[in-house]
């Protein structure tokens, strides 16, 4: 047996290049200032009692210390002792694999301690997200024809990924989906206004990449392939990734290993799936599939016989002002199960409003963030419930599409503004807007005329409202016709626990356990959004047209901590399909200043509320709101996280065993027709 060559001393080679104490100076100084590191790392985790101590008894928690104290440990030996192996060739490139192989299951690890549960992952599952990280590495390793490189980018690109899903989930409650790649813009315009806080388990994969690193850092790189055998190899592997891309990617694979994402709650996908399994799932899912059975002389015969129901109909129908308040955030918590008391009133004029009113419960299909959602809703009459968990306004709505504003065009209505009073291109609004009818959109870019009020650092419900005003009056200038405004407000957004120098909570909340800041700072907001509701009403009471205002909130707020483990009695994780919907459900009014019946609707879903709010207003309705009404006669709540019928029974799939999947799918057709099959689309049935 030959012996095996010496490595020559390189000082590219890792931080000890000689394995003697007299190193280098540089390479001494980065010993040193890496320790320091780790030994701060370790004290401020020490200090820190929201890492470091049982929450319940403010103990310090013995097993993270340890865990913490080992993983330091092993950090500052790879960092100052020698390489006993550097000489020996064959040794070190075998080290150097085992630690490229050792990194994959530290990320994996990792990712699934941050945003996963290792004991929820199925087997088969977890091997294949490990699976995927080698295939990752090997794929920059092909690129660079080095191992390190390769280990330190799909390592780096993965934390990121994890840091990512982390403060999104914290934020917002629920994990990255590929559908939020698109949000990015709107994601980082609020990153700011939030309190930035890590966990233990980030720590800890953190504290796994450093000493991933160094003990890389301490090992010689291997020598590069010669070029005739790397060719060889890379047209290799060219296969093998394609097999594999085509297998877990292009074709169903995911789906017959019942790898899915959960619309009630996706961190359940990502701890039964794993993460890069359940975001790779997600990407499949981002594109819209042709509905099985789709058809459009399926659709023509519904269509029909609505049209002529429609061009039948002869009645006198009035014309009233269209105002739409989508207030950001805007729930009646303590309606959900009544679980706490205020000190006062937190919503006294919706509570006030009884004639030509019609009020009720709505259920949005997003919690805690995805506004977008809920405006698409509403403006449509479509159902999130067939769009994978999709942002149609990012993904979807690339043409002009038929929409509530677009009937309102046809009726003859003017002004017909968005007005939002924040950046013009979140969530894609301004092409979006624009594709679904809207002549102008109003965001805070145009909005620099006057002085403006803020509520802690959004621009205030009340300012929204007389920007409505505003513009009421500005149209009324030029013209009689009916006018269209929507508003969609940004005073109650998020964060909630971070205290303000403009605004102090006048809501106590009265029962001990419920009582934080955070909760009693949302609801003081909510009772401003409140009244100046109130003020908006006052207003078009006063004036001599019909005018009718819908106002409603786009979904839940995302409150820290406990909170609504203690309000529904038990953790999210634990509640069924039908207790989760109680996080999605939303207040709405529809106020006019002439005579409506006040009909109760009982409980709807969102995109149902144009088509309610027109017949309440004794607006003549599209065919396409005709169907929509007959639906809720039998459907009265459809979301993307499940439906009940109107005997209550809750369904939390479409599927072949509901007795309305028939009537389900139509429904579903209709929206594939008027969002994507553009072509085809049925004339004269939308608006």
């Not at 014309?319 to 006294?348: R, W």
């Not at 009693?520 to 009471?541: C, H, P, T, W």
């Not at 609707?601 to 607006?619: D, K």
């Amino acid at each position: 047996m030959k012996e095996e060559k010496e490595i020559q001393s390189n000082p590219g080679n890792g931080i000890d290049t000689n394995g003697k104490s007299g190193a280098k100076p540089a390479v001494l100084v980065l010993k040193v200032l890496m320790t320091l590191l780790l030994c701060g790392i370790f004290l401020w985790f020490m200090q820190n009692k929201d890492l470091s101590t049982v929450k319940k008894t403010g103990l310090y928690d013995t097993a993270k210390i340890i865990k913490m104290a080992v993983l330091s440990i092993l950090s500052l030996a790879a960092v100052w002792l020698p390489n006993p192996f550097r000489k020996k060739k064959r040794i070190c490139t075998v080290l150097l694999l085992a630690i490229a192989l050792a990194g994959g299951v530290l990320n994996f690890i990792g990712m699934e301690l941050v945003s996963g549960d290792l004991t929820q992952l199925r087997h088969l599952v977890g091997l294949l997200n490990l699976i995927v990280i080698y295939f990752l590495m090997l794929t920059v390793f092909a690129a660079t024809n080095r191992i390190k490189p390769a280990v330190i980018a799909v390592s780096v690109l993965l934390y990121v990924f994890t840091l990512g899903n982390y403060f999104t989930n914290l934020f917002r409650g629920i994990p990255i989906l590929a559908s939020d790649l698109l949000l990015f813009r709107t994601a980082m315009s609020v990153a700011g206004s939030f309190a930035y806080t890590i966990s233990y388990d980030v720590l800890t994969y953190t504290m796994f990449l450093l000493l991933l690193f160094l003990l890389l850092a301490r090992m010689p790189e291997q020598e590069k392939l010669p070029l005739k055998p790397r060719l060889i190899g890379l047209c290799g592997y060219a296969v093998l990734l394609g097999c594999f891309l085509y297998a877990f990617v292009f074709s169903n694979t995911l789906e017959k290993l019942h790898v899915s994402v959960h619309h009630f709650d996706p961190n359940r996908s990502y701890r039964t799936n794993g993460s890069i399994l359940t975001f790779a799932r997600s990407c499949q899912m981002v594109k819209l599939k042709v509905p099985d059975g789709y058809s459009t002389e399926a659709l023509q015969e519904l269509a029909d016989s609505y049209i002529e129901e429609y061009e039948a109909d002869t009645a006198e129908y009035r014309t009233p002002n269209v105002i739409v308040v989508m207030s950001e955030a805007y729930s009646d918590l303590q309606a959900v199960n009544g679980a706490f008391d205020t000190s006062v009133d937190v919503m006294p004029v919706i509570h006030s409003l009884s004639e030509n009113t019609v009020k009720g419960t709505a259920y949005s299909s997003v919690f805690g963030g995805n506004t977008a959602n809920s405006e698409y809703e509403f403006l449509t009459g479509h159902s999130m419930a067939f769009l994978n968990g999709v942002v149609p306004f990012q993904f979807l709505i690339k043409k002009p599409m038929a929409s509530l504003t677009s009937h309102l065009s046809k009726l003859g209505y003017e002004g017909l503004l968005a007005i939002h009073p924040y950046n013009k291109k979140g969530y894609n609004r301004d092409v979006a807007y624009k594709n679904l009818g809207f002549s102008y959109f109003k965001a805070i870019e145009d909005m620099q005329d006057r002085e403006h009020e803020y509520v802690r650092n959004r621009i205030s419900d009340a300012d929204d409202m007389q920007e409505v005003i505003g513009e009421y009056e500005r149209i009324r200038e030029s013209t009689d016709a009916p006018v269209c405004l929507y508003t969609v407000t940004m005073q109650n957004h998020s964060p909630y626990d971070v205290p303000y120098d403009n605004f102090s909570p006048d809501v106590e909340v009265l029962d001990e356990e419920y009582k934080t800041f955070e909760l009693e700072q949302y609801l003081s907001l909510i009772k401003l959004s409140d009244a100046a509701f109130g003020q908006l009403i006052d207003y078009f009471a006063g004036i001599d047209e019909d005018t009718v205002i819908v106002f409603f909130g786009d979904h839940q707020p995302k409150l820290s901590g406990s909170f609504y483990t203690q309000m529904l009695g038990k953790k999210s994780s634990k509640l069924t399909g039908k207790e989760t919907m109680q996080k999605y459900q939303i207040p709405y009014v529809i106020w006019a200043n002439y005579d409506i019946e006040e009909t109760d609707y009982g409980e709807i879903s969102l995109n149902y509320l144009s088509a309610i709010m027109a017949e309440s207003a004794g607006m003549k309705l599209t065919p396409y709101e005709r169907f929509l009404l007959d639906l809720r006669r039998d459907v009265p709540v459809i979301t993307a996280h499940g439906y009940w019928d109107k005997n209550h029974t809750f369904y939390e799939e479409i599927d072949e065993d509901s007795p309305y999947k028939e009537l389900l799918d139509l429904y579903e057709y209709s929206e594939y027709n008027n969002l994507m099959d553009t072509k085809n689309r049925i004339e004269n049935f939308f608006d």
